[in-house]
């Protein structure tokens, strides 16, 4: 009975329930189409219906590939100088200079010092630079105590050492090793070997080194006696630290490309550098700097504002006031002062590890975390009162979860924004610092290295236009796309103007 | 607001010192002195000349020293007698320096010698290229303020049109170039092309307009991006509606009731504009051959003539801190909703 009822109740639930269960299960189906927006994907729809931001963003990141890819291209040595008397202006591939030799080591005085007669000389590596000219490196033991030499230095190359004459009667050119340290007996030097124009136009098939090994092995070029082949890489010019997977792109772009290059389409400097090389490799130290130099403020800032916010309170008072203290020194005159104190106590800190740019990333995020604190704290503070805060907390959420799924989100929008406007006023500040020679140094390029290049040509009678015009549009072009971007994020990210168009 | 002052002063003395503390021992440490050269000193002229700027003291009396009030030198400071051992050994002669200069160091506004320019004091330098760096520094912010204003506002009356656009854009590049490839544009153009105006030197009024042309153009350009913002925010507000449907003239709201309210962004930016341009002029006083306090700033710290460098670092450190606190207290006066920091 009580089965019975249960059974004719369960009838009636189940006839509601048909009708119920499939407005639910419709309900269901609903709402599993509906999609909920994410702040991200909100903010990325938004982005992209701003097309200048969006083109911006495209843009930088096609300039980002190409300066990562900067190996790879087949352009001339950034750094390898040509003394020239005047720059090349910007040519076509079919105009006729076009083809321009612009391999290092053209105008040097080579004839040997004396002092290197019975120079014992023992092989340990070979590069080659700029695809024409090959360099062995060797140990060298000096007959006579090496600091009484007095090198000729050649204007931006390291200094000439030594001449050494090959079987054939070419000539090379033993160039002592950049950053070698002066007063040990054995000392590396490289020996600059120039390749014949048969060796140049016979290498059109793998890899340099099997290039290198044909060549020899027809007679078409030739080493010096005491060097022996052990390795061949392919470097543009001066470039001498380069990491790994830098020097392997290098690699590829030889078997690539052999030893084919582009011509000086933006024209070259008053030193024979590739204007277009130059840009391209710049831009590359220029992104560094800027985007570790930013992250380092960006830690810094995040750091010190998120703990000003969480704390809250006397600490965060005084903490903020420190900032507002240090926001009205001008950092960049103590900046500067610190920069030439610290050039002085280089090669203390080499030792460290501490190198020049490292000194550079340091000094400069520390100028830039200012705001960045102020910004985060400003969130975390009203962050952390919300109610959708409040509400994980009812549920129950643990405060890690509170912390990494609710309030970092919200604060990174605001930190990312920052961070696209931050950039660029690192780059100019780079620029700055380069412009005062304090900057990036040769043999390295950056962009403020350029620029000022091109402002020293501008006083000139004649005005070699494309120094100046080329670099100073591929920065405004990437500072303008970086401040577009940012802006744009900005507002795609900005919660109040979320869901409106 | 005096106790405001009072705060603002008290975190600025104690941030003066912690740089002036580190750099000094920092600077003090640095291997090879301001006085080696090409050639090596003899020993004794190297003595006497360390003796003369008190290198042979020890480090904190150095310290002391540099940081006042009071000046140590045996001969003419706090410390002097009235009477010295004559030169020739033969009794004690009158001391003509006696208590000549009590005071010294930086607490008394003394920045003491220059290691490179013989002859001349910190202070020398900078009496001297001060007054030249502080015009340059007011006609560029004057430009500043009056492009960036006019455009600014003709940007936000003009909102959309063509106008708008072109001004936004050239603002846009204003902000993207560093300074001294505008500056290099400008030397091109009136070097090459418009003839009237000196790309460089000194001296007469009319070598002031370029250079500071170049140094307050990028300022300009952002003055003019905030200048927009802040008219469009006002415009939108209910009091101008209110003043429009009362029927007021176009200038009337413009001036009366749009501008005090729009321009509150850019009086918070005159003191990072401030110290803007005082560092921009670093690099603008060098390109144009300005004989100015930020060439000898740049020249000093390249020669590594520590005192001068230090100095400069010093004075510009108090007057942009003391510009800022000034630029503070005019934005509670413009803007009664901002309180002074309370703490």
């Known amino acids: ?501 | 607001m005096f106790a405001f002052l009072l705060r603002r002063l008290i975190w600025g003395a104690l941030t003066l010192w912690v740089v002036v503390t580190v750099s000094f021992f920092l600077m003090r440490n640095v291997e090879g002195g301001p006085f080696d050269g090409e050639r090596t000193l003899d020993p004794v002229i190297k003595a006497n000349i360390e003796r003369q700027y008190h290198l042979d003291w020890p480090l904190w009396k150095q310290y002391l020293q540099y940081v006042g009030p009071f000046n140590l030198d045996e001969t003419s400071g706090i410390f002097s007698t009235k009477t010295v051992p004559a030169p020739d050994g033969t009794g004690e002669i009158e001391n003509p320096d006696y208590r000549e200069d009590v005071f010294g160091g930086v607490l008394a506004f003394d920045l003491g010698p220059s290691f490179k320019l013989k002859d001349y004091s910190v202070n020398d330098i900078i009496g001297q290229s001060l007054p030249v760096s502080v015009a340059l520094g007011s006609i560029g912010l004057i430009w500043a303020l009056l492009l960036g204003l006019t455009a600014g506002v003709a940007s936000a009356l003009q909102r959309g049109t063509g106008w708008d656009l072109s001004l936004r854009l050239v603002a846009t590049f204003g902000i993207a170039l560093p300074n001294f490839v505008i500056a290099g544009f400008l030397i091109l153009l009136f070097a090459f092309n418009i003839d009237g105006l000196p790309v460089a030197g000194w001296g007469a009024p009319r070598h002031i307009l370029l250079p500071s042309l170049a140094l307050g153009a990028p300022f300009a350009a952002y003055i003019a991006r905030l200048t927009r913002t802040g008219m469009l925010e006002v415009f939108s507000q209910d009091h101008i509606r209110t003043a429009r449907a009362k029927g007021l003239p176009d200038h009337l709201v413009l001036f009366r009731h749009s501008l005090k309210g729009g321009l509150l962004p850019v009086v918070s930016y005159l003191g990072p504009a401030v110290a803007g341009i005082l560092t921009g002029s670093l690099v603008i006083e060098r390109l144009f051959g300005i004989p100015g306090t930020g060439s000898h700033f740049v020249n000093s710290a390249l020669n590594r003539d520590y005192t001068l460098a230090m100095g400069v670092t010093i004075l510009y450190t108090v007057l942009v801190y003391s510009l800022n606190t000034l630029v503070d207290l005019a934005y509670t006066l413009l803007d009664p909703r901002i309180k002074l920091e309370e703490s």
């Open chain 1, 1 to 501: 009975m009580a089965d019975s009822t249960h059974s004719a109740d369960d009838g009636e639930l189940g006839a509601v329930d048909a009708a119920e269960r499939a407005r639910l299960e419709k309900l269901l189906a609903e709402a599993e189409e509906f999609k909920g927006e994410s702040l991200w994907q909100d903010a990325w729809r938004r982005l992209k219906r701003n097309k200048s931001a969006y083109v911006s963003l495209w843009f930088l990141l096609a300039f980002g590939a190409l300066s990562f890819f900067a190996p790879l291209l087949p352009l001339a040595s950034p750094s390898a100088l040509n003394l020239r008397d005047e720059p090349v202006a910007p040519a076509w591939p079919w105009e006729a200079n076009w083809h321009v030799d612009r391999a290092a080591g053209d105008d040097l005085d080579t004839a040997p010092p004396a002092e290197f007669g019975a120079a014992a000389t023992r092989s340990v590596g070979s590069l080659l630079d700029d695809g024409w000219q090959h360099r062995t490196y060797v140990d060298v033991t000096l007959p006579g105590d090496p600091d009484q030499v007095r090198p000729r230095r050649v204007d931006g190359e390291p200094s000439v050492l030594a001449w050494v004459e090959d079987v054939s009667g070419r000539s090379a050119i033993v160039y002592e090793k950049p950053g070698q340290k002066k007063g040990t007996r054995l000392q590396r030097y490289a020996i600059v070997h120039r390749f014949s124009d048969q060796a140049r136009e016979g290498g059109a098939s793998t890899g340099l080194r099997t290039q290198l090994e044909e060549a020899l092995a027809s007679g078409r070029a030739s080493l010096p006696a005491e060097a022996e082949l052990l390795d061949v890489q392919f470097r543009p010019g001066l470039w001498e630290d380069m990491p790994f997977f830098d020097r392997w792109m290098l690699g590829a772009r030889a078997a690539l490309f052999g030893f084919w290059q582009v011509g000086p389409l933006l024209g070259t400097d008053g030193k024979g550098r590739d204007v277009l090389s130059r840009i391209v490799w710049g831009s590359r130290i220029s992104i560094q700097v800027s985007v570790i130099a930013s992250l380092v403020s960006l830690l810094l800032g995040v750091t010190y504002g998120a703990t000003a916010g969480f704390l809250g309170g006397r600490v965060d008072n005084l903490m903020m006031r420190i900032v507002d203290v240090l926001y009205a020194i001008p950092f960049i005159f103590v900046v500067i002062f610190l920069i030439t104190i610290l050039n002085a106590y280089r090669t203390d800190l080499a030792e460290f590890g501490i190198g020049r740019m490292t000194v550079f990333y340091f000094v400069i995020g520390a100028i830039y975390w200012l705001t960045m604190s102020r910004v985060v704290r400003g969130q975390v503070l009203s962050l952390k009162n919300q109610e959708f805060v409040e509400a994980a907390r009812v549920v129950g959420a643990s405060n890690s979860r509170i912390i990494f799924v609710h309030i970092v989100p919200n604060v990174l929008s605001v930190v990312i924004v920052y961070l696209t406007l931050t950039i660029p006023q690192v780059m100019l500040f780079e620029a700055f610092l380069s412009f005062l020679g304090l900057g990036v140094e040769a043999p390295r390029v950056s962009w403020g290295l350029l620029a000022v290049d091109g402002s020293e040509v501008i006083s000139a009678i004649k005005t070699y236009w494309w120094l100046v015009v080329y670099p100073a549009a591929a920065m405004a072009a990437t500072l303008l796309a970086l401040n577009i971007l940012g802006d744009g994020l900005r507002d795609a990210l900005d919660p109040k103007l979320r869901g409106k168009d």
